[in-house]
Every structure is written in structure tokens, then in C-alpha cells.
T-cell receptor, first 121, second 117 residues
């Protein structure tokens, strides 16, 4: 079974600074997806960024980027120029590679425990 | 709003009550999920419905009963719950990535906060 571990229950950062959230996972698969989701106090889980395991290039989305180390099974999230609105719980998640058969397909995500990020003004 | 709507946002019930949580999406997604989020624990997948058919039941106790009448609606019927069932229940929906990459991105609702007394 796949497992996802976030070893940092809480992190804090000063506004405009950079912070890195850690995530490690365990899988025997070679093709899979990794995600970072953000859950602000409003509770709505929002996708931040995703990475396909077969891609060597690290994904980036504006101020958010990942450091994907496939051999080490590590998937960290870097937030640059932190903003007050970045304060939230961040979840790392793993999904197996989706295979479609006759139009019936879905994905099961395995989540880490989450990291609470506080942004100080 | 992400397009996935959950009601009610908050629910308090006694152990002998029967209540239901509702989830609705009009994103054209064909898979819907129930997740349980408890304090200091990872999100736990409970049920998956794909094209209205239940494809996953992650060893969930029978006091939780899901229902998916169509691809847009998902219910979680609750009866004789225990205090340890108090949690945030998240609904999500998904559809295969249109680019054919094989990715299946979940869109979540805001959750229903359940308290069992």
C-alpha cells in the first residue's frame, strides 16, 4: 500500500520570504502522480500543484514549485514570496496512474497528515 | 466555490439520530468520493462512486450508508453513530484529464462538520 508522510506538523514563514514543506512517500509503482493541496480556514481543499512521476522536470505554478526526487521518493513544495493568503493546511497526496477502460475510471488519493503553514506579517 | 456543494455545513446529532449529508456537483464529473478528515489524521477515503456504481468501500462501518442516485449527487446516510465519528466529511468529484495524461484531479467541496454527542 502507498503511504505519504509529512514530517512537519507546523511551519511558519515571514511575509515575502520563502518556505519549503516536506513530503515523502512510498510506492512500488513507477508511474503515478503527486499533488499538493491547500486547505484554508474556509475548509475548501484547493489544488496547488501536481507532478507526473514520468516527468523529470519539476512542476511550477507561479510562486509555487516542487522539488521532485523520484529515487528518494521525496516531493517538497516551495512557496516563494509568501503572502498572508498562503496561510493554510497543506496536504501532500499520491495517486496511482489512472487507467481508463471503457470510460470507467477514477483515481484514489492517499494523503499525508498535513502541515499547518502560518504566515507572519 | 469550486463547483462541489455540500450541505449541511454543520451538523450536530445524537447517537440514536438518523441524518444525511448531501453533495452535489454540476461539473460533468463521473466519479464522486467521500473522505473523512479527523484531527491529526490523514484524510481517509471512505467510498468511491464511478458512473453511479460503488467501486470502493474502504472498510467503512455499516452505520455509514452511501447513496449515489446519479452522477451529480452523492449522499451519506448516517445512523447510530459514535462520538468518534465526529469529523469533517469531504465530498469530491473528478473526471479524467482531458489531455489524456492519465491524471485524475479531484475537486473538493467545503465539507460537512459533523459532531456526534
Amino acid at each position: 500500500a502507498q503511504t505519504v508522510t509529512q514530517s512537519q506538523p507546523e511551519m511558519s514563514v515571514q511575509e515575502a520570504e520563502t518556505v519549503t514543506l516536506s513530503c515523502t512517500y512510498d510506492t512500488s509503482e513507477s508511474d503515478y502522480y503527486l499533488f499538493w493541496y491547500k486547505q484554508p480556514p474556509s475548509r475548501q481543499m484547493i489544488l496547488v500543484i501536481r507532478q507526473e512521476a514520468y516527468k523529470q522536470q519539476n512542476a511550477t505554478e507561479n510562486r509555487f514549485s516542487v522539488n521532485f526526487q523520484k529515487a528518494a521518493k521525496s516531493f517538497s513544495l516551495k512557496i516563494s514570496d509568501s503572502q498572508l493568503g498562503d496561510a493554510a493546511m497543506y496536504f501532500c497526496a499520491y495517486s496511482p496512474f489512472l487507467s481508463s477502460a471503457g470510460g470507467t475510471s477514477y483515481g484514489k488519493l492517499t494523503f499525508g497528515q498535513g502541515t499547518i503553514l502560518t504566515v507572519h506579517p | 466555490e469550486t463547483g462541489v456543494t455540500q450541505t449541511p455545513r454543520h451538523l450536530v446529532m445524537g447517537m440514536t439520530n438518523k441524518k444525511s449529508l448531501k453533495c452535489e456537483q454540476h461539473l460533468g464529473h463521473n466519479a464522486m468520493y467521500w473522505y473523512k478528515q479527523s484531527a491529526k489524521k490523514p484524510l481517509e477515503l471512505m467510498f468511491v462512486y464511478n458512473f453511479k456504481e460503488q467501486t470502493e468501500n474502504n472498510s467503512v462501518p455499516s452505520r455509514f450508508s452511501p447513496e449515489c442516485p446519479n452522477s451529480s449527487h452523492l449522499f451519506l446516510h448516517l445512523h447510530t453513530l459514535q462520538p468518534e465519528d465526529s469529523a469533517l466529511y469531504l465530498c469530491a468529484s473528478s473526471h479524467p484529464d482531458s489531455s489524456g495524461s492519465g491524471a485524475n484531479v479531484l475537486t473538493f467541496g467545503a465539507g460537512s462538520r459533523l459532531t456526534v454527542l
